[in-house]
Structures are given as C-alpha cells and as structure tokens.
C-alpha cells in the first residue's frame, strides 16, 4: 500500500498522468472552483471495490464537501457519491463489470468548494483511510479552541465546583465533584493532550474546584442514558457556556480507581477528545438502549481503538489483539491534534527509552505496564524502545505509522507519525526488528531474530541465536552474535562481523569491510571493492565484482576471488584459492595450499607447506615458497618459480619461463618455447615439444634433462660455470664426456648436467651459449 500525491494539477480527463493500485491512496488539492482531479484504477471483473473520499488538514484547509464519482474506460459514468462517508465525505461501493482501466473523479459538491482532499480504493465493501484521510475524519466538524490551523494556544481547564448536569438523554441528574482518583485521571489525560500538540492546558485551581474555567470536568450518576460520559466540543468562552465541558457518569465510570489502560481512563482520554476538537471516527453516538457494531457503524477500515482513542470500536476488528483500553493518544489522534493545534517538539524530547529499563515511567515502563497499548509521540533526543523483557516472539518496527506486536499482543505499540526513534532491543524470543530511516542501533536478544536496518547508518547486532540481518541502505556496522547468522550488507560501504557460529555474510552492493569471525563461515563480497577476513575456521569467502581484498585466517578456507583485479591472503590452513577473472595476486599463507589463477594475468604465492599452483589462462607468475610445491603454468606465457623444497613445476601451453629454486625439483616445460633455470639441487628437467632454453649457472648442483632435442633446443651456461670458456667445443672438451653412451657435462663442485636421452656428446656442439 502507497500514497500517491499530486505534484501538479491532476487533468480533467482520461489522459491523466496520475494512477493509483488497489489498495492505494491518493492526496491531492481541489485548487479552483469547477476543478476536477481524474486518477486511473485498474479493476477485476466480478470484484466489489470501496471507494472514499475526504477534506484532509483542519480548520477550512481541506476540502469541505467531497463529491467521488467512477467512470469506465468508455468515459460512461458508473457510481457517484456525495455524503455517505463521515460528515460530508463521500463513499461507495462498485462492483467491476469489465476488467480493465477506471477512472476516479474527485470533486466538490456543486463545484463551490477547494481544498485538500484524500481518497482511496480497497478491495471488499468498507473504504480505507490512511492516516491524513483519518486525521480529516476527526476534524470534520472543523471546532478548536485556536482559530488558525497548527497554532498553539492556552486553554485553562479545572474540576467543577457546582452544576446542573443533564445525563447524556438530557435529563436532569445530581452533580457530583470528581473524586480524588477521578481527577487525578484527568490530569493525566490532560498532560497526553498537551504532550503531542501546542495545546497548552492548565489547571485553574490544582488541587481544588472551580467554575471558572474553559473546560470543567464534573460528575453525574444515571444509570438510563447509555453513556459512560459525555462532553461538549469547543465554542464560546463566556462564564456559563457548556462548550468545552467533560461529564462523567458515575454510574458508569469508578470514582476509586482508574488505572491506565482501563475503561474508566480510556472514558476520559475519549470525551476530553471531543472537548477539544475531536469527532467520532463516523456518524455514530451513545444512545440508551442503541446498538453500535463496527459492522453496522464502522466509517472505514481503521475505525478502531488501534487507531484512535475517539473510536466506539474494538482493536480486534483491526487485526489488533489486545483485550484492553489505550493508554495513550493514538496514531489518528496524534496526526488530528497536531494538525490543530501544532507540535509540541519539548515533550520526551532527551535521550528516552520506552519499555524496560525505561527513562518515563507510567505507560511507558514495561515492567509496570505489561500489556502496553499504546502510540509514541517523542519530542527529540535519541530513543530507545527496549523490549528485552518480553520473551515471546515479537514484531517491532521503528518506522512511524506502523505497528509493532509487543509481549505477546498483536499490532498494539505504534510510532507516532514525526516521532523518531532510533534504537530498539528486542527480547529472548524469535523477534522481527525493523528499523527506520534514521541511524538505528538494533539489537536482537537471544534467540533466532530476524532484523532489517531500513535506510541510515545502522548498527545492529543479533546478539545470540541464528540471526538474520539485513543492513538496507547505509553505511552499517552488522554483528551476528553467536549462533549461526544470515547477514546481508544491503547497498552502502558496510563492515560485517558475523562473530561466533557457522555464518552467511553476503556484502551486497558498495565498498564493504567482512569479517567471518569463529566457526565455518561462507562469505560473498557482492559488488564493490571489499575486504574480506575469514578469521578462524574453514571458510568460504567469495569476492565477487571488483577489487576484492581476502584473507582466509586459520582453517582451510575455500576463496574465490571473483572478477576485478584481487589480492587474497589464505593465511594458516590447507587453503583452496581462485583467481577468477582479473589481474589477481595470490597468496596461500602457511600450510599446504591449492590455488588456481583461472583468467587474467595473475601472481601466486604458495608460501609455507606442500602446495599446489596453477596459472590458469593469460601471463601468470607462481611462486612456491617455501615446502615441496607443484606449479602448472597451463595458459598463456606464464613465468614460475618453485623456490625452497622439492618442487614440480609444469609450463603448459605458452612460452613460459620454470625456475626450480633449491630443492631437487622437476621442470617440464611441456608446449611451447620454454625456458628451464634448475636452481640448486639436483633437478630433473624436460623442455617438452618445441624448442626449449636449458639455463644453468654455478650452483645448479647434479641436474639431468631428459628430452634435450638437438634440433633446437638450447643449453646456456654461464662463464662461471664454464670457467670463462665460451666456445662450445672447448667447453664440450673440457667437461663433457660420453663414456657407455652417457653424456654429461661436469664441471666440479658438484655441479653437472646429464643428458639422459642423448648417446653422443657431439650432438651438443651447436646448442651451447654462454652468458655472463
């Protein structure tokens, strides 16, 4: 469900611009008399809709008498309605003879009037009000105590010292003053009244009785008028005048004990509504004997005591599960007062916390009050909603004009519209926390909660449990806690930890800092430049797009790296490494590692212990470090060093370049025109097809090639090693040999070099090239 607004005059006609779903509402402004607004619907043929139209603002802002029609895309009028809503808002019912494109024509009556307006269309046979189009509801009959719409003013207000009341049906009936309890009740409902709006009560003689006051509050006792109490909306101010007066019925309402959240203190919270501006909802009233049900009566979908403390109608028609009475001013009557009468921004307006541990007091402490109902208007300061006492499964929501399901009761503690509170803790069962568009701090509570940062910088915890978190829009700091976690960045540069517990962390979009924690974590990048630590355990980090920085930690960890150009660090543990697409550099860390470059030009470092390299495709370097390591070139023209230990290195395609270091390794050059530098140690090496470079230098030990082809591979010698001779049949002379068909090459110090596959010394004369 949306709001749609109008930016710029809605057009006459079918070619509107605007349109709005089922379910929808609309605001927008009759701005001249004649003016018509058209907005196009989509309905389904057979299916009854509820259309609604109402004046949103106060005092002659909104739009005094609607008149709502509906016309087929044929342009033939279908349904209209003047009054049938609350007042002079208009409402009906159609049921869609044709699938296809309606259209919604809002108006004045008679074509006179101009204003704002709000109107909807909702599936079933009751209309729905959003918030302004129920604000407008209440203030329809357009009474205040203040003649300029959002102006704040003072009214004085008192317990009455004598009168002549008349029950509700008119009939004379004893007075009585307030009793103790009874006036103590009013003074708080006073104190919710001033505490959401700019209209400022005060008290005409506290703690005594008075007649001079603008509203009284008096007490009669009948048992035949069908009322609990009545009062009087405002009017004049002259000594004697009704208008503002509140009337309770003793024999309705205890004069001894009128707790928050009972029907004696709801009594007041509802009459003092109408002492103040304040109407019904609908067009209903007590009556003696009369019937009310929200069937018969209900004005609209949220005539309910969720939604107002002004409505006849139990929260349980609103999908609300209370079983008790507000103890507070509710989102409707908030938005009306404020409206009215203006903000009050000084009220709540320090650090509060609402719930327990809470900074308020009454209503508002959880571990007094543990069946809370009730809407949360917060003048400023940073907020908290602490629910960690409860310990069922909970709904909460920081987002204003929504509801949450607090201590086991549904849809009943509500942010007011306005209001901003940015924190909110959630109890020991499986919690729901939803957090708004300012910077939350969102904690979960034990067990297995799932939270939602919304827009802002948030930090959110899920604290213990197996926690789903989802960081929204932001920068946010996210924490899984203990248990295994689901936590996904949403967009923003966001830092992830998913602490304790096998954990999904996923980045998501944005520059992103992760952080794997304890225990088998499998985490994903997304898009962005992140950087990513599997810290302990065996972990699956995933880089994704972009330049990616990874380190795997302890554990023998699973990376890919993912497209971009990345740096991966595997670091303690037998690690398994991807390049993936880019130009990568590759790091195994200690213990024996496997790792491959796959596409772009990569550099791969196995580091300590036995490991295993492979280049992949395009220009690759691999270093073997320490440890007995194997290097596959495979693609591309691919350089590879084997370093300390005993190493195999295979070129692959490509001409590649094979460096065995120390160790006694073996270097295959395998395609390609390769070049093979043994190292120290005693290596074996093989140039594989093509012609092939054999470099050695002082040092290299007692090597063997196994495939020198005398067509064209090359040997090359340093003068070093050749004493300084450069000529090749001298150096043939000076250190070869080819005794039994064995040719090898021997130049003291340990250092020689046997041709297994050769039986002539001869054959070498023209392959020799000295360097120095």
Do not use: C
């Amino acid at each position: 469900m949306s709001t749609v607004t109008e930016t710029s005059d809605a057009a006459a006609r079918a070619s509107t611009d605007y349109s709005i779903a089922v379910g929808d509402h609309f605001h927008g402004t009759i701005g001249a008399r004649g003016d018509e607004d058209w907005v196009a619907v989509t309905l389904e043929a057979g299916r009854t809709y509820s259309f609604a139209m109402g004046g949103i603002g106060a005092l002659g802002d909104g739009l005094n008498d609607s008149l709502l029609a509906l016309y087929d895309s044929s342009g033939t009028r279908v349904a209209r309605d003047d009054d049938s809503g609350p007042g002079s808002d208009s409402a009906f019912t159609y049921t869609a003879g044709a699938s296809g494109t309606y259209y919604i024509v809002a108006g004045a009556y008679g074509g006179s009037g101009t204003g704002a307006y709000g109107l909807s269309v909702s599936a079933g046979t009751t209309p729905s009000y959003d918030t302004a189009m129920a604000a407008g509801a209440l203030l329809r009959d357009d009474l205040a105590w203040t003649s300029t719409a959002g102006q704040g003013v003072t009214v004085t207000w008192g317990i009455r010292a004598s009168g002549q009341p008349q029950d509700a049906a008119g009939n004379a009936a004893g007075f009585a003053t307030l009793s103790t309890a009874q006036a103590a009740a009013a003074a708080e409902a006073i104190a919710l009244y001033s505490g959401v709006s700019g209209l400022d009560l005060s008290q005409v003689s506290p703690g005594g009785t008075t007649n001079n006051a603008t509203i009284l509050f008096g007490a009669y006792s009948s048992e035949y008028d069908g009322a609990g109490a009545y009062a009087y909306f405002p009017g004049p101010t002259a000594s004697g005048s009704p208008a503002g007066d509140v009337w309770i019925n003793n024999a309705s309402v205890s004069a001894d004990s009128l707790p928050v959240g009972s029907f004696d203190h709801f009594v007041l919270l509802h009459e003092l509504g109408h002492a103040v501006g304040l109407s019904h909802p609908g067009d209903y009233n007590a009556t003696a004997g009369g019937v009310i049900t929200y069937g018969d009566q209900a004005a609209y979908l949220e005539d309910s005591y969720q939604y107002s403390v002004m409505s006849y109608f139990d929260e349980s028609n609103t999908t609300s599960s209370i079983g008790g009475y507000p103890d507070t001013l509710l989102l409707h009557d908030i938005q009306a007062l404020q409206q009215l009468y203006g903000v009050n921004y000084g009220y709540h307006a320090g650090d509060s916390v609402y719930g327990f541990n809470s900074t308020l007091g009454g209503a508002y402490d959880f571990s007094q009050n543990s069946a809370p109902f009730l809407s949360i208007w917060d003048g400023g300061g940073r907020d908290r909603l602490d629910l960690s006492g409860f310990g069922g499964n909970q709904f909460i929501t920081l987002v204003e004009g929504e509801f949450s399901d607090i201590g086991g009761y549904r849809g009943n503690v509500s942010i007011a519209y306005g209001a901003e509170i940015e924190e909110a803790v959630g109890g020991s069962g499986d919690d729901t926390l939803q957090g708004n568009a300012l910077d939350n701090t969102l904690l979960g509570g034990g067990h297995d909660d799932l939270i939602r940062g919304g827009d802002g910088n948030d930090t959110i915890d899920g604290e213990g449990g197996a926690d789903s978190i989802d960081g929204d829009a932001g920068h946010d700091l996210l924490t899984g806690g203990r248990g295994y976690d689901l936590i996904r960045g949403g967009t923003g540069a966001d830092t992830i930890d998913g602490s304790g517990g096998d954990d999904t962390l996923y980045g998501d979009s944005s520059t992103d800092l992760i952080y794997g924690g304890l225990d088998n974590d499998l985490i994903a990048g997304g898009t962005g430049s992140d950087t990513i630590y599997g810290d302990a355990g065996d972990d699956s980090l995933y880089g994704n797009t972009a330049f990616d920085t990874i380190y795997g930690g302890d554990g023998d960890d699973f990376i890919s790296s993912g497209d971009g150009a990345d740096f991966v660090d595997g670091g303690a543990g037998s690690d398994m490494i991807y390049g993936r697409t880019g130009v990568d550099l590759l790091r195994g860390g200690d213990d024996n590692d496997s790792m491959w470059g796959s596409e772009g030009d990569d550099v791969m470092y196995g580091d300590a212990g036995n490991d295993y390299l492979s280049g992949g495709s395009a220009l690759d370097q691999l270093h073997g470090g320490d440890g007995n390591d194997t290097l596959y070139g495979n693609f591309g023209e691919d350089q590879l060093w084997g370093d300390a230990g005993n190493d195999e290195l295979y070129g692959g395609s490509g001409y590649d370049t094979l460096r065995g270091g120390d160790g006694n390794d073996t270097l295959l050059g395998m395609e390609g025109k390769d070049w093979l530098f043994g190292g120290a140690g005693n290596d074996l090496l093989r140039g594989g097809t093509n012609y092939d470079s054999f470099v050695f230098d002082v040092g290299h030990d007692n090597d063997e090639i196994s495939d020198f082809d005398e067509r064209g591979d090359a040997l090359r010698l340093s003068t070093a090693l050749t004493g300084g001779l450069t000529d090749a049949d001298a150096i043939l002379s000076a250190y070869g040999s080819d005794a039994a068909g064995v040719v090898l090459l021997d130049f003291g110090g340990g250092d020689s070099i046997l041709f297994s596959n050769l039986t002539e010394l001869s054959v070498l004369s023209d392959n020799i090239f000295t360097f120095a």
